[in-house]
Each structure stands twice: as C-alpha cells, then as structure tokens.
C-alpha cells in the first residue's frame, strides 16, 4: 500500500456519512495488500486523526475489512496482530468512546488474533470500558466462538468481572458456557462465581416481569424496549444454560422463576435447565414445548442431549414438524417479522433436486398467518433447501411457480446475474432494445425495462408492462416472453420475484 493509497483512505475515513455507501469500496481493497508494518501506519494515522460519530460507517467498514483481513475462520489461513499494533487498537478504542459503534469490530480484532497479549488487551478493555449494547457486545466475542486455538485461562475467570455490565454479561456466560460445553476449560468458570449468578438470574427474572406487566417502565420508544426485553432474555438464557452446567441445585429455585416468564425462549432453556437436575416439571414443560414451531428445534436438540426423544411426540419429529420450526423461527427474528406466525399450514411438500443440492432434497411450502389486531396477513414460505419469505404476495401462485421462485432466489452461479437496467453499457443497450422489439412483436405496450441479465449464456430482459389493458410484469429472452400480471394490490409480484420465477422455473426443469 503506497502512501497516496494510504491518504486516500483516510480521507475515505474522514468524509464519514457524507460519502454515499458502497458494499465493496475500492479502498478497503489496498489493506488487503499492506504490510504489516503499513497497517500498523495507517492505524496509527487515524490515531492521531480527529474524529466524530460521523465518521463511525467509513470507520466500520475499515475495521470490519481488517477483521476479515485476519481470516478467523480459517485454521490454515488465520493471521495474527504484530504486537506493536495491540496498543494501538486500545487507545483506538478508547479515543472513539461508548458512542461508536465502530469500535466493537476493533474488540473483533483482538478476539480474531487471539495470542496472549491481544486477549489480556481484551479482557481489559471488556472490563473497563464494555461495547455499548448486547449486538455489539455478540460482534465483538463472535472469533472467539469461531475458532479454539488459545488459552482460555487467559479469559477466565478475570472476565467474569464484566459480569457487572449487562450489556456484556449475556456474552462473557455464553463464552463461558461453549468453552466449558468444549472441554476448553474445566470446571466452569461460573463455579467460583454462583454466589453471583443465581441472583443474577433472580433479579433479570424480576425485571422481565416487570416488563411484562408494564414496558414502558423501563424505556420510551418501542425500539428501545424491545431491544431491553432482547438484551435481558439473552442473559436469563445464558445464566439457565450456566447454572445447569454448573450442577448446583441452589439453583432450582430461580430457575423455577424463569420458567414462569411467557417469552418461550427462556421458557425452554429454563425448562431444559430444571430437566438436567431431574425435576419432572421442567421434562413436562420442555416436552410441551415440542407443538410450539419457534421453539420446537431447541426442544428436539434438548430432548436429544437428556435422552427424552422418546417421550416426545411423533408428529412433533417428523421432517415436516422441523421444517415448520424452521420457517417459524426464521419468521420470528428480529429482522424478518420479528414474531412468530398466529398459524402456520403446509401447502405442499416434495422431495425434488434443487440448486446447490447433490441429492434430491425434501422441500416445503407453509402458508403462515399472522392474526393482526387490525387485519390478517398471510404469505407463504419455504423450508428444507433453505428458509425464506418474500414480500411479494404467492398465495395464489401454483406450488411449481413457488418452488421456482425460491430456487431462483437462491441459486448462485457465475453464469447466473442481473444488472439495473438503468446503467448498463452501450453494448448490453443494444441487446435491451432488441427484446423491447420482441415483446412489442408480442403486443407489449408502455415497457419499461427494469432488469437486464444473463442465464446461462441467454439474455434476459425484466420489464414492466401493459398487455390487453391489464399491467404487470414481463421477463423476456430468446425463447419469448413471460407474464406476470398484477393480482395482489398492495404486495403485487415486482421485477426481482418475476425474474427469480423466471430462472427458478428453468433450472428445476432442468435438475428435476
């Protein structure tokens, strides 16, 4: 990396949020070529540079591609800090402040280099000056989950004296709690700490309470209670999780407290937690569990590792019972629907080859409900190749138009692109006008090109279209046209959908 690359980063650094965001920038590209040495200069650099919270996203995207420079996930491949370069990232850390949220990726760093120094630097800065809210806290432990390959005394049991930060608490015991799972580190680390943790989870069982009965207590905005009630439940989780491993029945108390909190999350890991001491209760409990979707996937493991499997029952264990658990749990995450269907049906299911697959693969199609205050909503969603929704309103779409658009959503093939049909080249305009003209020859008015791509060596021409007075969308290549007129008013089927359709339609022909 030159110098004159290196003072363009950094004025990519400090044009902060006024630079328009780019998912690959062009920059980050030279610290894939620096030395270390030149690393370390640029760090450096920014060091003795003024910044503000406006400079967090360049900031973001710089450290999140140094973390990706040290491959955590690689054994064979993995790279390690030069240790002159862990101070330098500490007094990063400290000069950004609680108010980035840059700066977790450089907690990232540490964990993802992982030798001695850089752990010690760690823990001090988790204890002294912690990430400033639970996802950042998940972001900055995450290279210790990926790969094993240093001492965990180093981390334990000192961490455990950020035990007094929520916002890290969840994450220091989920650590604890795989490294011990492991056989990394014996006894648990929570051992000497259970004088602490069992009334941990008391008071976050109180608080949960609590905030069932009135949110508002406790923040303003919905955002922020949500993210309250997230932060809390992933700590009562790791500490049913701890305490159970642990062994210790002074716990059986709290964990009885926990199993009365509604969120089904922690209601299974605490049911999980009083199994593993033998309390009947918490086998009755988990095993009830099993008809719930969202939770079904965590009781079939649970049920599996305390040798209860046959006391389920068989409908609950079926493929099709953990692909609906699949598609509930996925529809539950914060950032699809963020809860769980009011209903969930399967529509069809078989077993069919499928992009990316060797073997034919069993697939399913749910309708899912959601019983809203004010009106129902109703999609359908895919399990088994993989788990995914769209926006766009399927319902009155065959099964095979379906599956095609989930395949074509899904496969990734070097073959296989598309481009906006805005800001293609002169060349690729050409091609653009000539399938114009095909769908005119069609009787195709008011086209608008919206997608141009390529399918195994076909190009292909998304447009959105009049024909016979009706509007929809039209996918077009040498074969001729497709069309997709607008049924549903409110979530029609757009160009990305039509266009997956259109590839997922010729690929499962082609496989099946």
């Known amino acids: 990396m030159s110098d004159l690359q290196m003072q363009t980063l950094v004025e990519y650094v400090l044009e902060g949020e006024s630079r328009p965001r780019n998912s690959n920038p062009a920059e980050l590209q030279w610290l894939g070529e620096a030395t270390d040495a030149q690393f ?15 400079n967090d996203p360049p900031l973001g995207d710089v450290f999140r591609y140094l973390v990706y420079r040290l491959r955590p996930w690689d054994e064979s491949n993995r790279r390690r800090l030069p240790v002159t370069t862990v101070p330098i990232i500490g007094a990063m850390y400290r000069k950004l402040g609680e108010s980035s949220a840059a700066r977790c990726h450089l907690l990232q760093l540490l964990a993802a280099s992982a030798i001695p120094y ?7 800065l988790v204890i002294e000056d912690p990430p400033r809210d639970g996802p950042s806290a998940m972001l900055a432990f995450g290279p210790l989950f990926q790969h094993t390959s240093y001492d965990s005394t180093i981390l334990f049991p000192k961490l455990l004296d950020a035990l007094e930060h929520q916002v890290i608490a969840a994450s220091v015991i989920d650590l604890a709690n795989f490294l011990f799972r492991h056989g990394l580190i014996d006894p648990h680390p929570g051992v000497a700490r259970k004088e602490q943790l069992i009334p941990l989870l008391g008071a976050v069982v109180q608080r949960l309470s609590r905030m069932e009965e009135d949110p508002t207590e406790f923040a303003e905005t919905a955002d922020e209670i949500a993210q309250q009630i997230e932060d809390a439940i992933a700590l009562a989780v790791a500490l049913c999780d701890a305490l159970a491993l642990i062994g210790d029945r002074e716990a059986v108390g709290k964990l009885y407290q926990a199993l009365e909190v509604r969120h089904r999350r922690l209601h299974t890991e605490a049911a999980a937690a009083l199994a593993r001491f033998g309390e009947d209760a918490g086998k009755a409990a988990l095993l009830a569990l099993a008809s719930e979707p ?10 599996e590792e305390l040798d209860l499997v046959d006391q389920l029952e068989e409908e609950f264990t079926t493929s099709t019972a953990r692909g609906e658990a699949e598609l509930a749990l ?3 995450q914060p950032s699809q629907m963020g809860i769980p269907p009011t209903q969930l049906e399967v529509i069809d299911m078989r077993t069919q080859y499928w992009p990316g697959y060797d ?14 205050p004010d009106a129902e909503y109703s999609n359908v969603g895919i399990a088994g190749p993989l788990t995914h929704a769209f926006g766009a309103d399927l319902l009155d779409l065959p099964p095979d138009d379906i599956y095609a658009a989930f395949a074509g959503w899904h496969v990734e093939h070097e073959d296989i692109f598309e481009m906006d049909a805005a800001a293609l080249t002169e060349s690729q305009r050409v091609e653009v006008t000539r399938l114009e003209r095909t769908l005119r020859d069609h009787d195709y008015d008011a086209v608008q090109p ?13 447009a959105r279209a009049v024909r016979e007075g009706h509007t929809g969308i039209v996918v077009v290549d040498d074969h001729g046209p497709v069309w997709f007129p607008a049924r549903h008013p409110s979530r029609p089927i757009a ?6 359709i259109y590839k997922g339609r010729r690929l499962l022909r082609t496989f099946n």
């Open 40 to 54: 370390e200069e640029f760090l450096q650099t920014l060091l003795e540079t003024d910044l503000t919270v406006e």
């Open 495 to 500: 160009s990305h959908e039509a266009h997956c």
């Open 118 to 124: 850089e752990l010690t630097e760690f823990v001090n």
């Open 294 to 303: 969202v939770a079904r996937l965590r009781v079939l493991a649970f049920a």
């Open 330 to 332: 996925w529809l539950a």
């Open 359 to 372: 073997e034919p693969i069993e697939s399913f199609l749910f309708r899912f409900t959601y019983q809203l």
């Open 450 to 462: 919206t997608i141009f791509g390529m399918f195994l060596g076909d190009k292909v021409l998304v």
